[in-house]
């Protein structure tokens, strides 16, 4: 597998496989270069600072399809075996046609506006053409399974009247369809281009730019000088660099590939078959998009669905990556221990103490960087105001100087990542050679946590100052070791710059058409009312389990994500399936965030990416370790079978993902007691602990899984969770309620089309109420007590209370009260006994098999 080879698989599946020559390669470049720099003008202060070049959300996003498609067609060939470096003249004029059809809201902004809802015939013209060209980009760019898709929901909107009873609807026009997919915000235009538009198209820039610096390299390359020479090393390394480049990438076979090339030889050379060292790879790779703060471009949209912060959204997507990555090493270890490999030998020996410090220091290091920004330089802001951010400016300045002067020094001694190695290099040189790199992460977290800047503005300050890094780096270090033309040194840091421009927006093609093309899909939802089918249709396939319809739910994000880019996946998953999950759970007496349904959906489609048949990271791992594709695939999904269960578990167990925890210690139980259940729950999946399982330890382990991830399964067996209280007594609960909490009742009436349903809702209250009138009125409910009921005569609209469905004349059955019980983690104590009998016995058996 050779780096043309590699560097060619990058660009089949993310940046376009075209690169001609002349002046179709100068357009080719320019073009891209043009798309980022007006992404930066867009997110930047400038516009509103200068009042010049203003634009609303949709002309945004009107100009960024039009870029998206103009490249979709120029970048990526019509075939596989079309020429690659040649445009041909019908691909041009395919070029513009839907890249002005993509244009034609912001260059008729104002006309359209003053028709809206009356479209001319011009009009659907334009619209037509721009969905058949949209479908064609999307084909080129994704190949055929996304534009299938969206092609059978564009059918779905016309044939309404002909299809089964269960999904008919009346159907629509041509025009009333193109209108409301093409002209308005509903379709194509929409959230999910929006979130691409703001937030997306800039961390993939910040990333480029992250990788054309260099740090890409030297994220494997600190991963590799600090845990190569543990059992196993390189694939442990491979696990944690490919973490690392999920910080910079929204793709998998991108995150395989740059990874990849250097650790999967290393892996095979310390004893790993090609196909377990090409799964490794993958599974490590596809959970490179669970690792905040990109995670696949999944967590801009996440932040627009759900209706959270994007702080909140990472915190939630935090400890359940975190578990994940911990859990692989651990797998790579065990696989290690069975075959009886060893790491590469260090060129320095190194104490057990450097060891563990190097592992626990590799995991922890992102965290202790977030920490440090937060609790160590976050105080600034109360101690200065506003004067903080010069200061934290001019100090961030100073410390960048300063680990230049020190990566200049250590340079030269690393290792080169695309040399044969047979030791692992000193991990003190390397890791001083690229310090530098972590600041841009510093400001990225600076801004959101600290300044609470949106994603967008947070990517564009960071992205300026990688900008700063990409100029200054090489003549800086140039001067600094009195070696090199200072001046030459300058313009290679220009060309770097310009470079990660364009390679930035060639990134965001693919994920400019699929956010568009996925567009479709919820347009369609939004017109025809599908949504609203899918949820009897849910519960009768699931037959009212809430189970059932998880792994329902399930499979359909596996299938769809086969053939679907992470993003769109999310997309049209998480609008057909999010909705049905929380209104059945509700229905069933469970009270589901919405975070949870999302983050649900979003892992099952990143698993597809290793699932056969289709998985194109296992299809890009398996030519670089020369293995079949298939089983690499099969053996990536099993060492994914850990992240699998992970979704199950956080669903029934919130606290997995940090909600419901306001103390320290309870911070910390959590994360020990989920770090202890993945582990088990790996040793379980490989057969293999201290030594080999026999079928009850196995089974034992399983349990035990089960236990630290939902202790609360048993305790309730114990100790019921909630007490019901009759509806007449609503205002004497809420009058017993702390500020944060929220009312949990069971409400039942008869919806608009005369269904009887009975729901669990929460409905918080406004803080600032006082008495309990005030707070049930906060909630959006006027109540009349009729007998022994109470009945709701009103809801305020846009209330909690209208949002979660409560209609009028509907009777509140009971409210639930948490019960004074123990904590639940109590039901830790007798399994930690259980977990170490068990070492003991594994133990005792290797004892006495010598």
């Known amino acids: 597998m050779t780096q043309a080879n590699v560097q060619d698989m990058v660009a089949q599946a993310d940046t376009g496989a075209r690169n001609p020559k002349g002046l179709a390669g100068r357009i ?58 040649h445009i041909p003249l019908i691909d041009w004029i395919l070029a513009l046609l839907g890249s002005f059809s993509a244009a034609y809201i912001y260059l008729f902004y104002e006309a359209l506006a003053g028709r809206s809802g009356a479209p001319t015939t011009v009009d659907i013209v334009v619209s037509v053409i721009g969905m058949v060209l949209l479908l064609e980009a999307t084909r080129r760019a994704l190949g055929p399974p996304l534009m299938m898709v969206a092609m059978v929901f564009l059918a779905y909107t016309f044939a309404g009247p002909y299809m089964p009873d269960v999904i008919a609807h009346k159907g629509a026009s041509l025009n009333k369809a193109m209108s409301h997919l093409w002209l308005t915000t509903e379709g194509v235009f929409g959230v999910a281009l929006g979130v691409s538009t703001s937030f997306v198209f800039l961390f ?58 250097f650790t999967i030889p290393l892996m095979k050379r310390v004893g790993f078959p090609g196909t377990k060292a090409g799964a490794v790879e993958v599974a490590a790779s596809t959970n490179g998009q669970l690792t905040p703060p990109i995670m696949g471009a999944a967590a801009f949209l996440m932040v627009e669905y759900v209706g959270i912060s994007y702080v909140e959204v990472i915190k939630a997507a935090a400890l359940p990556a ?115 790199f972590l600041l841009p992460i510093v400001v990225l977290v600076w801004c959101l946590t600290v300044e609470r800047f949106s994603p967008g503005l947070s990517a564009f300050w960071a992205t300026v100052f990688m900008i700063f890094i990409l100029l200054t780096q090489r003549p800086l270090m140039a001067f600094m070791n009195k070696t090199g033309d200072i001046a030459a040194q300058a313009k290679v840091g220009l060309n770097d710059f310009f470079e990660s421009l364009a390679s930035g927006a060639r990134n965001m093609i693919g994920i400019g058409v699929a956010t568009a093309a996925a567009g479709i899909v919820v347009g369609v939802v939004t017109l025809t009312g599908i949504g609203l089918v899918m949820t009897d249709f849910v519960e009768f396939i699931s037959g009212g389990s809430v189970i059932m319809m998880l792994i329902f739910t399930a499979v359909i994000s596996l299938v769809l994500g086969m053939g679907l ?91 997995l993902l940090l909600i419901g925890i306001d103390t320290w210690w309870h911070l910390m139980l959590t994360i020990f007691s989920a770090i202890i259940a993945m582990l088990l729950f790996s040793a379980a999946t490989q057969g293999w602990w201290f030594t080999k399982n026999k079928w009850w330890e196995t089974l034992l382990l399983l349990a035990l899984t089960f236990t630290f991830f939902r202790p609360g399964f048993w305790w309730d067996m114990l100790y019921p969770e909630h007490e019901l209280h009759p509806g007449t007594e609503i205002y004497q609960v809420t009058q017993r309620l702390h500020p944060g909490e929220a009312l949990k009742l069971v409400v039942s009436g008869d919806k608009m089309n005369g269904e009887h349903v009975t729901k669990t809702v929460r409905l918080p209250f406004d803080e600032r109420a006082k ?68 070492i003991w016995n594994q133990k005792r058996r290797i004892r006495s098999s010598k």
């Open 204 to 261: 993939v820039l910040f990333g480029a730019m992250l990788e054309r610096a260099g740090a890409g390299a030297y994220f494997i390359k600190v991963a590799f000088s600090l845990l190569g020479h543990m059992r196993g090393g390189p694939a442990k390394a491979a696990v944690v660099a490919s973490g690392l480049s999920g910080l910079v990438s929204g793709s998998s076979i991108a995150n395989v590939v740059t990874t990849g090339t």
């Open 322 to 436: 975190i578990i994940s990555y911990i859990a692989l090493i651990y797998i790579v270890h065990l696989e290690a221990c069975k075959a009886g490999m060893e790491g590469l030998p260090r060129r320095k020996t190194v104490t057990l103490l450097q060891s563990v410090l190097s592992f626990t220091g590799t995991i922890l290091a992102l965290g202790a960087i977030s920490a440090i920004v937060y609790y160590g330089v976050g105080w600034t802001k109360s101690a200065f105001g506003s004067a903080a951010t010069p200061i934290v400016t001019l100090a961030l300045l100073a410390s960048y100087i300063g680990l230049v002067k020190i990566s200049s020094r250590y340079v030269d001694q690393t290792v080169d990542i695309n040399e044969e190695l047979n030791e692992v290099p000193e991990p003190g040189p390397t890791l001083k050679s690229g310090l530098h």
């Open 565 to 655: 880019p992470t993003t769109a996946n999310y997309i049209v998953v998480s609008t057909l399936m999010a909705p049905v999950i929380v209104t059945l759970g509700a229905q069933h007496g469970l009270i589901i965030p919405l975070i949870a349904v999302h983050l649900f959906v979003f892992y099952f489609g990143i698993l597809a990416d290793d699932t056969p048949p289709v998985g194109l990271a296992a299809f890009a791992a398996s030519a670089i370790a020369k293995s079949d594709p298939i089983r690499t695939g099969i053996q990536g999904f099993t060492y994914d079978i850990r992240t699998a269960i992970l979704p199950f578990m956080f669903v029934f167990n919130t606290q």
């Open 771 to 838: 008495t309990a009138e005030e707070r049930v009125s906060s909630m959006g409910l006027m109540l009349t007590e009729k007998g022994q009921d109470m009945i709701v005569d009103m809801v305020e609209f846009g209330s909690p209370a209208e949002a979660s469905g409560i209609d009028f004349d509907w009777k509140i059955d009971s409210i639930i009260v948490e019960s004074e019980r123990p904590m639940k983690e109590w039901v830790f104590v007798p399994a930690l006994f259980l977990t170490l009998l068990l």
């Open 28 to 85: 080719l470049w320019v073009v891209p270069v043009c798309w980022s720099l007006f992404q930066l003008w867009y997110a930047s202060p400038l516009p509103f600072i200068f009042d010049f070049g203003v634009l609303n959300d949709t002309q945004a996003r009107s100009i960024h399809l039009m870029f998206a498609i103009f490249l979709a067609f120029t970048a990526y060939p019509a075939m596989k075996n079309s020429s690659r470096d």
